[in-house]
């Protein structure tokens, strides 16, 4: 749907400051294949600074994997959307289901997030997806309208600058992916759902990436659908040679 495709590399609970410096020289060693593909990477909080050391000065973004709602204050062991800005990023992931699974962060939750990382001026990465449960038993896009809705109340038309992943649960560090029909089906839902709720055709500008055990040799298949603008990557962006493949195949 759009011009351009971005891959972004979720490195979850990974990587020492020394290992996120090996993994990241390796990435921008082949950047200049990428192509037109913009790439981002979220390494933890504590190996921000030396990511950022390496792709200061190249076109790759830097991202948080979470922040509080609030900007300061007495919130032992978290991190502030300016905190993330000072610090070099430019996006940050909200929504991700394991913050939904094991930190219980609620859709009003992720609301006041993503509320307040626009206000920043953080591009968020607004993930969104359904149970295997879930879609057993029909309610796929029942959900995904619920998160969509919830996710972005009260957000005016304006603020809506983001990047939104698809992210069946039952497909994130499982080694089962969705398959590219099953993606484009949810993208191009989630594509209607925006359109119809903020009442302007913006929407062929959003960027919705794919995620869940996105794999080099399964990428070619997921770029092939037009819905499809990108992926979210986990474990196998902690793989420079096999992300480097990923972002390959996104290239148009
Ligand atoms: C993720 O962390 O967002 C993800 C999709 O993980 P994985 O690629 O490992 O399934």
New binding site residues.
């Given amino acids: 749907m759009k011009n351009s495709r971005l891959v972004a590399g979720?490195w979850?609970m990974f990587t020492t400051p020394e290992e996120a410096r090996t993994l990241t020289s390796e990435i921008v060693r082949h950047q200049t294949a990428f192509g037109p593909v913009e790439v981002a990477l979220f390494p933890p909080f504590t190996s921000l600074a030396a990511v950022r050391e390496i792709v200061g000065k190249t076109k790759i973004r830097l991202g948080g994997q979470n922040m509080h709602f609030e900007s300061e204050g007495a919130f032992t062991g978290e991190v502030s959307g300016q905190m993330l800005k000072a610090s070099g990023c430019s996006m940050v992931?909200l929504g991700?289901?394991?913050r939904r699974q094991h930190f219980g962060e609620t859709d009003q939750i992720i609301n006041r997030k993503l509320k307040k990382a626009l206000g920043v001026g953080l591009a968020p990465i607004f993930?969104l997806g359904e149970t295997l449960s879930e879609r057993k038993s029909g309610k796929t896009f029942e959900v995904l309208e619920r998160q969509l809705t919830h996710g972005l109340e009260g957000l005016s038309f304006d603020e809506i600058k983001l990047v939104i992943?698809y992210?069946p649960v039952w497909?994130?560090?499982?080694g089962v992916?969705a398959t590219p029909q099953q993606a484009a089906e949810a993208h191009r839902f989630l594509r209607e759902k925006l359109a119809a709720l903020i009442g302007v055709p913006i929407t062929q500008n959003l960027c919705i990436l794919y995620?869940?055990?996105?794999k080099a040799e399964i990428a070619k298949g997921l770029f092939a659908e037009k819905e499809i603008d990108g992926a979210?990557?986990?474990?196998?962006?902690l793989k420079a040679a096999e992300f480097v493949e990923i972002v390959k195949k996104a290239r148009i």
């Fill in positions: 979720n979850k992931i991700h289901s394991e993930c992943a992210e497909a994130i560090g499982t992916n995620g869940g055990s996105v979210l990557v986990g474990s196998a962006s």
